[in-house]
């Protein structure tokens, strides 16, 4: 309970929309043991000696369909493990007898606990059917784990499990996987402490989701610069309906039906900026109406939802009084033609991490 309250703070605070369905393991113990007996009874799995239950991969056809392997490669790359109560060394546990003092549930074998794969294999077909369009997980699941989940699903069903894998690449530091082992792990919760929640959702759809992410201040700094882009070309528009601009929901659209390439759809999104950019002083009506459009395509991707002006000047540590104060100052100084005192303020405002956007609408300001 506690890690899933963290996973839902964290996943809310990056603009992440919650499944409509979360299950778990403990509350489908009936399921899973229902489904391990049919793998037993249509002679996919046997009962061991022990009380665990294994899984017989030498009864699965095309076992390693998912990760291009052969039986045979996997025979010899096999780790020998001191585990008499297997008959192959491929069989994998579908349920393990517990030690003394583990959690444990009631079965025909045995007190014991599923094992890891027939946990998703369950839960999955329960709540979607025995065969669906899409599974997700890291790259590093697809073998052993969705493989096995494979075998054991079209076992039990008799039908296809899943259409269509969908698995990301593993986030890296300094080219190196992120591991607590290697001491360059970062939470989402202490990057947050540095970057703001878009600004990490940015960072994460710049690459593709099956592509390594690399964990960089420059990446980053990257993230942050890309939002400020978009931001400034929302700035100072008025409220308007959408522009018919189907040449950019078509592109945006079409780059995400391509297995979801993010990086290729937010390039859509830059060229919509440059276009509102392009048409704010000569035709701020036409700036205003493709504004309305990359906010929506924004929303597809959980970017781009937060009041402008908010964005661009939010900083705990700035005093907004005081930075329109010196605006202020500024501004008489220029109609004036107090040029130094101008120059002066601009370069204490930079200083203080500001930067000032001068318009045919007066002056806006940023953060740096």
Known sequence: ????????????ALATLRPDREPKATEYIPQI?????TLINKD???AAANGDVYFKV??????????HQSLEDMQVGARIEANNN???PLDFVLWK?????????DSPWSQGRPGWHIECSAMST??????????????????PHHENEIAQSEAATGEKFVNTWMHTGLIRVADEKMSKSLGN????????EEYRPEEIRYFMLSAHYRSPLNYSEANMLSAKAALERFYTALRDLPIAQESDALEFEKRFQDKMDDDFNTPEALAVLFDLAREINRNKETKPEIAAQLAALLKRLGGILGILQTDTEAYLQDNADMDVKAIEALINQRLEARSNKDWATSDSIRDKLHSMGVVLEDNANGTSWRRG
């Open 33 to 37: 043991v229902e489904m391990i007996q």
């Open 86 to 88: 297997k008959n192959d």
């Open 1 to 12: 309970e506690r890690f899933i309250k963290a996973m839902h703070e964290d996943g809310d």
């Open 97 to 105: 007898a517990a030690k003394k003092g583990e959690p444990a549930w």
């Open 44 to 46: 996919f799995a046997y």
């Open 185 to 192: 792990f970062t939470t989402i919760r202490e990057a947050l």
């Open 58 to 67: 030498n009864n699965v056809k095309d076992y390693g369909v998912l990760s």
């Open 126 to 143: 329960n709540e979607l059917g025995a065969h669906f369009d899409i599974h997700g997980g890291g790259l590093d699941l697809k073998f």
